[in-house]
């Protein structure tokens, strides 16, 4: 007899549509490698949800009751990676500055379903593949069927293009497929420091620094207000 398949990948439903949750949870079903912890309806169970269980997966709507689905996700603090589902397609631009995995719009054809999960399947293979040398000293980014070893002396500053980050080093620029923020968790804050949305900068790079800007290897990079009170040097 063959074993089951073990759920690999935890995930939750926020929508307030019935129908809609229903069709998603179909398509999850049929998706071995994930498990669905829950569905829910709005964003105050969700939130409860997200503080019970290890979640790797949310499936976001937008116009939720009460709080509306990106207005929720700005208060989290380690907010799972999102697949949003909506009907309106204008809230792109907004969710590329949340590092949103992709955008679904109702109806959901499976097709289109299949390819935002394979998104986040890579950025999650990918985020597994961020190894942390133990001197930390370097650490290993997996790009396609390599992995690329950088020196983390090397690092000037980390920038943020939508589903991309460029890590800009002494030997050059790396582009690799992976949220800022995934990257930032495997970085020695010692070391480096988030000091906007888009940025990650060597704190030893630093060369001019002001209220509003830092410049790391010429480039004046901008602090971003909602940082402003947590960078220190």
Known sequence: ????????????????????????????????????????????????????HEIDLMFLDLHLPVVKGFDFLKKLKNPPL??????????????????????????????????????FKYLMNAEEALLEAADREHIFISSGKKQIKIILHDIFFIESLREYIHIHTKTGTITVKMPISRIEESLDPKMFIRIHKSYIISR??????????????????????TYKPSIEF
């Open 204 to 225: 030893s790079k630093i060369e001019v620094r002001s209220a509003s800007m830092i410049q790391v290897n010429g480039k004046k990079l901008p602090i971003g207000r």
């Open 1 to 52: 007899m063959t074993p089951p398949v073990s759920k690999k990948y935890n995930c939750i439903i926020v929508e307030d549509e019935p129908i809609a949750a229903e069709i998603l949870e179909n398509f999850v079903s049929r998706d071995e490698e994930f498990h669905l912890v829950a569905k829910c309806s709005d964003a105050v169970y969700a939130g409860s949800l997200l503080n019970r």
């Open 82 to 119: 999102v697949i949003v589902t909506t009907a309106y397609h204008q809230y792109a631009v907004e969710g590329y500055e949340l590092d949103i995995v992709d955008y679904l719009m109702k109806p959901i054809p499976y097709d289109r379903f299949i390819k935002a999960v394979e998104k």
